[in-house]
């Protein structure tokens, strides 16, 4: 139980296009998904904490407007990149947590997606 | 804010052998979370720990919380293969988990050679 997909794992996108990242919780209600970028060989970046139903809650630097969070159920949240750029490139996780006999303490990670502007 | 320490940064250790990875916090840890991260996939949990002087263990994985609470380490007995990954530590920032966010450490590559 408690698993959480992530579609797709990789994109390839141009340079000013958007790209739409899903996440998905298979098996239980996510009232609450993180997002998290990665870059190579660094730790993971808490992006924003989006609630179901409500704006997400954006981390200090990172341009809400660039990305688009939606949280419209809960079983799924969306990350749009919008016009992407080169150092958009990036491995975006998203994790989340939830009710119906999980610890409210424990997050479940997606497993990722692989994110390369050209 | 709270920042998470990790030491070391990369370590390569030969099958069958011991290791401790560090995870030091610049204040007071509420919930320590171990997580493992194989390159470029999603993470898997490990163990939690909450209260000062507190062990757990899972298989050959010993998470250990100092009375302090600011200090955690975790060890591998016997290492194999399997165990090769990042390890990465993850605290909530703020008292009792409120907001259930996570930052997380700056991570640990393990290397095990055969």
């Known amino acids: 139980g408690a698993v959480v997909s992530q579609h797709p794992s990789r994109v390839i996108c141009k340079s000013g296009t958007s790209v739409k990242i899903e996440c998905r919780s298979l098996?239980?209600?996510?009232?609450?998904m993180f997002w998290y970028r990665q870059f190579p060989k660094q730790s993971l970046m808490l992006m924003a904490t989006?609630?179901?139903?409500?704006?997400?809650?954006?981390e200090q630097g990172v341009e809400k407007d660039k990305f688009l969070i939606n949280h419209a159920s809960l079983t799924l949240s969306t990350l749009t990149v919008t016009s992407a750029h080169p150092e958009d490139s990036s491995f975006y996780i998203c994790?989340?947590?939830?009710?119906?006999?999980?610890?409210?303490?424990?997050?479940?990670f997606g497993p990722g997606t692989r994110l390369t502007v050209t | 804010s709270q920042e998470l320490e990790q030491s070391p940064q990369s370590l390569i250790v030969q099958e069958g052998k011991n290791l401790t990875i560090n995870c030091t916090s610049s204040?007071?840890?509420?919930?320590l979370y171990w997580y493992k991260q194989k390159y470029g996939e999603g993470l898997i949990f490990l163990m939690m720990?909450?209260?000062?002087?507190e062990e757990k263990s899972h298989e050959k994985i010993t998470a250990k919380l100092d009375e302090k609470k600011q200090q955690s380490s975790l060890h591998i007995t016997a290492s194999q293969p399997s165990h090769a990954g990042i390890y990465l530590c993850?605290?909530?920032?703020?008292?009792?988990?409120?907001?259930?966010?996570?930052?997380f450490g700056t991570g640990t590559l393990l290397a095990v050679q055969p």
């Open positions: 994790s989340a947590t939830g009710h119906a006999g999980l610890s409210l303490y424990e997050q479940y």
């Open positions: 098996d239980f209600q996510a009232t609450t």
């Open positions: 989006s609630n179901e139903g409500s704006k997400a809650t954006y």
């Open positions: 204040k007071t840890l509420y919930g």
């Open positions: 720990l909450q209260k000062g002087g």
């Open positions: 993850g605290a909530d920032p703020e008292y009792g988990g409120a907001t259930n966010k996570l930052i």
